[in-house]
């Protein structure tokens, strides 16, 4: 069955520094989003990202769609203490309605 | 923020009890989706709905059913909970189909089970 994984699975980061999460399915996808999930609460949407090669940004955050719509990636300038929780992807193929969610990364931010 | 209801947000059951899990939005959401997410994990989905009447398994093997009598509301129910099903189920809706737009999905609180 379809697989999404995310690499990598911990990461602690000083404040200030750069943070990077990448998201690799094992089939072609039709659209990816981004969720992010604070420590004992719900996923809440980031962003969705549709075409191949597509980038969008949202003040520190870039997100990025492979060419052959297979990865992903999401990259974070400059944390924040605020920045600090699991961020998921979810990829949906063409004809169906479910996503699944890639494994997670789980950011701490250090002050 | 969106708004999506779950009750009950915490339950402490005993082995072979039947449970049900209320889902409920206000949004005129189309599509409905049950997660079960241990704590730090991934979520794993277990039941979608894209309308009324129609309901569909998800990728992990549950032993819970769905029913979508009417757009608004998703319950999921467990016949005899087991000390298998704690975990923490997440209830989610989104808009849009496969046309296009962004088909964002909106979490409910989340009901955190304990089957002892």
């Known amino acids: 069955g379809q697989q999404v994984m995310q690499i990598p699975q911990y990461q602690h980061v000083q404040e200030g520094e750069d943070f990077t999460t990448y998201c690799n399915s094992s089939t072609t996808l039709s659209n990816i989003q981004w969720y992010k999930q604070r420590p004992g609460g719900h996923p809440v949407f980031l962003i969705q990202l549709v075409k191949s090669g597509e980038v969008k940004k949202q003040k520190r955050l870039t997100f990025q769609f492979g060419e052959a719509k297979k990865n992903s990636s999401l990259h974070i300038t400059a944390t924040q203490t605020t920045d600090v929780g699991t961020y998921f992807c979810?990829?949906?193929?063409?004809?169906?309605?479910?996503?699944?969610f890639g494994t997670g990364t789980r950011l701490k931010v250090l002050a | 923020e969106a708004d999506i209801y779950q009750t009950p947000r915490y339950l402490v059951i005993g082995t072979g009890k039947k449970i049900t899990l209320e889902c409920s939005q206000t949004?005129?959401?189309?599509?409905m989706y049950w997660y079960q997410q241990d704590p730090g994990m991934e979520l794993h989905l277990i039941h979608y709905?894209?309308?009324?009447?129609?309901?569909e398994k998800g990728d992990l093997s549950s032993e819970s059913t769905v029913s979508r009598i009417r757009t608004e509301h998703f319950p999921l129910t467990l016949e005899s909970a087991r000390p298998s099903h704690t975990s923490q189920y997440l209830c989610?809706?989104?808009?849009?189909?496969?046309?296009?737009?962004?088909?964002?999905?909106?979490f409910g609180p989340g009901t955190r089970l304990t089957v002892l």
């Open positions: 979810a990829g949906r193929t063409s004809g169906t309605y479910k996503y699944i």
């Open positions: 989610a809706s989104s808009e849009y189909g496969l046309a296009g737009g962004t088909d964002t999905q909106y």
């Open positions: 949004m005129g959401h189309d599509k």
């Open positions: 709905s894209y309308g009324v009447n129609s309901t």
